[in-house]
């Protein structure tokens, strides 16, 4: 089957095979190897995009029922060479140690932010719910998504 | 004073591929004319394989070769190892059943691998690997290890009892004629509960056979690269070694479960050479690994402290049996026995102790090392003992430990356990501990929760491990059949830019920041000129990798020599350019200077004078690249105070940590922000399984487990924000940086922390993981025990 897609602002379109997962078809046919597989029953967070705007798990997602959508992918979040706040803030508090499972953490933590720009400690471990990490123990996750939740409130008030 | 050098919170260079979806994993990884490898895996956990048809598969679109343990046997491969040779109390070797690449003849575990399919694309693997009929005559499976002994099967056929080793450790006479004068004996049955590793990437796999070189190219998640070609080349047999070429590139977590080396990764690797040399893939899913990573842990015990009428400890003895799963991992015999019986002095005096360890043969996965790896066994047994001993005593839990505690004026110190001590402060971790949770409050906090319905608990435990792995003698002596020293080089560039090369494998332990700190440092050069490579054996020199919070003890102390090599290099060049005796020359930030003047070469202009040699010392080679290997004298021994705080919904028997306070002693730090992120990683790992994780079969021995379903992983609404204390260090003696490690600390530290404070809280010890069921049911016996008394 054919399917096109916006990702990362561009237009792509590719055949597929109806079995064919979001996540298989970003990583083995647009070499978008960002977002991350880390298990099998849509528990981890680690593959998790956005779809016109809102965070999936592009693993629970099949590539045809993303057929004309817009999707983001952590490669697509830094934009005009700024890291987003929420890079910047993993970067600086340590929010990560191996890295597999920062992407999602980040893409889902973008989510969040738009929807709560001022989460408390307690919301945003409700937040992170889905997605599983096994080197920080999320003290530092959370201490990253704080920290860029104030930043991005900072940048919001210079804007207006 | 270096700008990011030893001791600053530099923010992580590896940072920037990670946070931008950069970072390139095995599965990240595709080449020309790859194809795919689906396993086909047993799905009985004891059976004899009666027959494989391998010719439906065949026969599937797209599929290449199926390939079988007759297949293996027929090319002459090996077995997978045990490299650590234990041998039992009469002095006989460990019992070692044959590990196969693929199965021959038997199953022994849900998950074992019976053949691997290779075909175009993975879609048509997984078809095929359906499509193959096995014909299995199932077997009773053996699966509790406390009726392992007696059980009506043999995993393995040659091995009596399904006991591989008995083996002891200690004085047992001493222990014998302590107990029999003591005033009191605590003693205490526990279980401690399996784990499944579950680093978030997967385990995955590119084998490829190059006919034209001849040689081969394995791409993989390992933590230590030279030790899977080393196997793979001497004991697999699947290439030379010095034809095979392992790369890990990054790897996404590790905790010991990609130290081993396991069929698959040889599988894939002899698998490109049946299919004419096109790559072959693997990447396993999460119920694979669920299935076939090595587990952690898996114990239960029975020990028992004597003391006398003040609450000194006399003697500890403890019965151990070990679950080994189906097959002898790499190292799965040196976990239950010289990682844990040499912990169990703990921090105490103890003057007598003795361990004798049973170890089984289960149908269950094989069971190796996890973060901690035995220590935490150790740690758990020891700090919930004395727990218990404190209650019964009728003393305050931290004042047991402060009293039996090896004072700081007694390093170093040998304990009846084998393992000396070099430096310790023990009770101002305690102390400090203490002060932070702000125990003295205890009470009051306690009768607030009273007043709100809920049960509160304070934990206390002082873990101590053995790290930097190791003496190479000492572990040799001990049966291990590998050295455990480790290897690094510098390398300038003529711009003056450094390379390292570390025989360590960073998986988010930082090293590329921590490493190039303490070059910084140790050469004065900028922290950004500092490049740190790592993981691909035919670019770093042959390392022994990274476990055991070894990195930097050990690798860090390598590359420390290497740096001496370099400035004692150097200072031959600048004696010669500055026209002064080499004798004069000191070296500080980066400068070569004749003492007592302002006469000086930076390090940049002595490299570019040891390539570019024009006016150069007579006799003296040119370039500047120094290698060298550190075999450390001694263990290092971290060791702190945890402190764990709970309130129990005696509704529910739901658990909340409300506070949790970690005081380290690792010696000296490099990196601050990495060390306290090691930590709270540890303690949510610790945290887990004391609550939430543990790996269950039933009775056939299926996993119940096999799933993030199933298998309750920490998240992060179910732990705190932690306090982490890691500045107080004694420095430790047996390496020049004075450090200790820490990756493993907080998974060694935190159950018993956590036991014991649900234990303080509900009045009762309950068995890890302490859901909420658990807990609940405890709480539900609780006042028929209260009406009992």
Not at chain 2, 128 to 143: G, N, Q, R, S, T
Not at chain 2, 197 to 216: C, K, L, S, T, V
Not at chain 2, 522 to 546: F, N, Q, R, S, W
């Amino acid at each position: 089957m054919r399917i096109s897609m916006t990702v990362n602002g561009k237009a792509v379109s590719g055949e597929v095979e109806p079995r064919t997962l979001l996540v298989e078809f970003l990583r083995n046919q647009l070499g978008l190897t960002g977002t991350h597989v880390g298990c099998d029953t849509s528990q981890c967070g680690c593959c998790v995009v956005h779809v016109d705007g809102a965070s999936a798990k592009a693993c629970t997602l099949l590539a045809v029922q993303v057929e004309g959508a817009s999707v983001t992918t952590i490669e697509g979040l830094a934009q005009g060479g700024e890291l987003h706040p929420l890079q910047r803030a993993f970067h600086e508090n340590h929010g990560l140690q191996c890295g597999f499972c920062t992407p999602g953490m980040i893409m889902s933590a973008a989510d969040l932010l738009q929807r709560n720009p001022d989460p408390s400690e307690h919301e945003v471990r409700e937040w992170l719910e889905g997605n599983l990490c096994r080197c920080t123990g999320y003290h530092n996750i959370v201490k990253s998504i704080l920290a860029a939740a104030q930043a991005m409130r900072g940048m919001a008030r210079a804007a207006e | 004073m270096v700008e990011k050098g030893i001791g600053a919170r530099v923010p992580r260079k590896e940072d920037l591929r990670f946070i931008t979806g950069r970072g390139r994993y095995t599965d990240d990884i595709n080449q020309p004319g790859q194809v795919h490898a689906v396993f086909v895996r047993s799905p009985h956990a004891h059976a004899r394989i009666q027959r494989i048809d391998k010719g439906p598969a065949l026969a599937m679109p797209g599929v290449l070769a199926v390939l079988t343990g007759e297949d293996v046997a027929a090319d002459k491969l090996g077995n997978l190892i045990c490299g650590w040779l234990v041998k039992s109390k009469d002095g006989s070797p460990m019992k070692m059943g044959p590990h196969p690449l693929l199965a021959q003849g038997k199953v022994r575990y849900v998950g074992d691998r019976v053949a691997v399919v290779v075909a175009e694309t993975l879609a048509q693997a997984r078809d095929a690997a359906e499509a193959l009929a096995v014909e299995y005559e199932e077997l009773p499976a053996v699966v509790d290890l406390a009726h392992a002994h007696d059980a009506p099967a043999l995993v393995h056929d040659e091995v009596a009892n399904n006991l591989c080793y008995d083996w002891e450790l200690g004085d047992k006479a001493a222990v014998d004629a302590a107990f029999a004068r003591a005033h009191h004996v605590t003693r205490m049955e526990l279980v401690n509960n399996r784990l499944v590793p579950n680093a978030m990437e997967p385990r995955a796999a590119i084998g490829h056979f190059d006919p034209g070189q001849d040689a081969y190219t394995l791409y993989l998640t390992s933590q230590n690269p030279h030790v899977h070609r080393l196997v793979i080349s001497a004991f697999i047999g699947v290439a030379p070694e010095h034809k095979l070429r392992v790369v890990a590139p990054d790897v996404g977590g590790g905790f010991g479960s990609k130290i081993f080396i396991y069929g698959e990764e040889c599988v894939v690797l002899w698998a490109s050479k049946k299919v004419g040399g096109r790559p072959v893939k693997w990447v396993a899913e999460r119920s694979e690994s669920f299935l076939t990573d090595a587990h952690g842990r898996d114990h239960v015990s029975r020990a028992e402290l004597a003391m006398d009428a003040d609450g000194n400890f006399l003697a500890l003895r403890v019965n151990t049996k070990a679950n080994l799963g189906g097959y002898m991992s790499t190292f799965s015999s040196c976990i239950p026995t010289y990682l844990y019986a040499t912990l169990l002095a703990g921090q105490y005096r103890t003057p007598a102790i003795y361990c004798d360890v049973q170890a089984y043969y289960t149908n269950t996965a094989p069971v190796d090392a996890y973060r901690g790896a035995g220590r935490p066994e150790a740690s758990f047994l020891i700090e919930t003992l004395i727990d218990q001993a404190a209650r019964e005593m009728r003393m305050d839990p931290a004042e047991i430990r402060r009293r039996n505690f090896i004072p700081k004026s007694a390093f170093p110190y040998q304990t009846p356990v084998a393992l000396v001590y070099d430096t310790g402060d023990y009770a101002t971790c305690l102390d400090e501990a203490l002060k932070l949770v702000d125990y003295a409050g205890f009470a009051g906090r306690r009768a607030q929760s009273e007043r709100n319905g809920k049960l509160r608990g304070i934990g206390v435990s002082c873990y101590i491990e053995a790290c930097g792995i190791a003496p190479s003698a000492v572990v040799g002596s001990l049966g291990a059949g590998v050295g455990l020293w480790e290897s690094a080089k510098v390398r300038f560039t003529h711009t003056g830019k450094v390379q390292v090369l570390t025989g360590t494998h960073t998986h988010g332990q930082g090293h590329e920041t921590t490493f190039s700190q303490l070059v910084a440092e140790k050469l004065g050069v900028a922290y950004e000129d500092v490049e740190v490579i790592h993981g691909d054996t035919e670019k770093t020199p042959v390392g022994m990798g990274t476990y055991g919070s070894r990195s930097l003890a050990v690798g860090g102390e390598a590359l420390v020599k290497a740096c001496d090599k370099i400035i004692a290099k150097g200072k031959k060049i600048a004696a010669h350019l500055l026209e002064a005796s080499e004798a004069d020359i000191e070296f500080k930030d980066g400068k070569f200077t004749v003492a007592g003047t302002d006469k000086a070469k930076t390090i940049g202009e002595v490299v570019f004078a040891a390539y570019v040699p024009h006016n150069y010392p007579a006799g003296l080679e040119p370039g500047m690249e120094e290698g060298a290997f550190f075999d450390p004298p001694n263990f290092t021994f971290p060791a702190g105070t945890y402190v764990c705080e709970v309130e129990v919904d005696p509704q529910t028997g739901e658990v909340d940590i409300a506070k949790f306070v970690a005081v380290d002693d690792f010696g000296n730090v490099v990196n601050p922000m990495i060390v306290e992120g090691q930590v709270h990683g540890g303690l949510v790992q610790g945290i887990g399984q004391a609550l939430l994780e543990g790996a269950r079969y039933d009775g056939s021995g299926q996993l119940l487990t096999g799933s993030y379903m199933d298998y309750c992983m920490p998240r992060a609404d179910d732990v705190p924000s932690f306090e982490v204390v890691t500045s107080r260090g004694t420095a430790c003696t047996s390496n020049s940086l004075g450090v200790k490690g820490c990756g493993e600390a907080g998974a060694i530290g935190a159950p018993a922390a956590v036991i014991n404070a649900i234990t303080d809280a509900i009045g009762t010890r309950v068995e890890m993981p302490a859901t909420p069921e658990r807990v609940w049911r405890a709480l539900q016996r609780r006042p028929m025990a209260r009406a009992a008394e």
